[in-house]
Nanobody
């Protein structure tokens, strides 16, 4: 099992920055890909960014150039640096981990609210 705990959400104004942190514990050696998802009210959960064990990253188009995902394998931690935040970035952000055997793990989520 892998446990994920997110932190760093909050209420900010448009144009501000936030950094989300996801701390992983448990069988972290089994984790291959980590990601951030988000879910806005009334919408489906969407993939925001992914990062592999070796640091390969990918982003959804709406956050490219504004968000940066990174990981510190020694600390079993993944970060999401969010710059130039927009009201449409308002959502609950979830940390996700996928193991080499394709098991999926989720954190409890952290709320990000961006006011205009």
């Amino acid at each position: 099992q892998v446990q994920l705990v997110e932190s760093g959400g909050g209420l900010v104004q448009a144009g501000d920055s936030l950094r989300l942190t996801c701390a992983a514990s448990g069988r972290t050696a089994s984790v291959h890909i980590m990601a951030w998802y988000r879910q806005a009210p009334g919408k489906q959960r969407e993939l925001v960014a992914t990062i592999t064990w070796v640091g390969l990253t990918d982003y959804t188009d709406s956050v490219k150039g504004r968000f940066t995902i990174s990981r510190d394998n020694a600390k079993n931690t993944v970060y999401l640096q969010m710059n130039s935040l927009k009201p449409e970035d308002t959502a609950v952000y979830y940390c996700h981990a996928r193991s080499y055997t394709s098991r999926n793990y989720w954190g409890q989520g952290t709320q990000v609210a961006v006011s205009a």
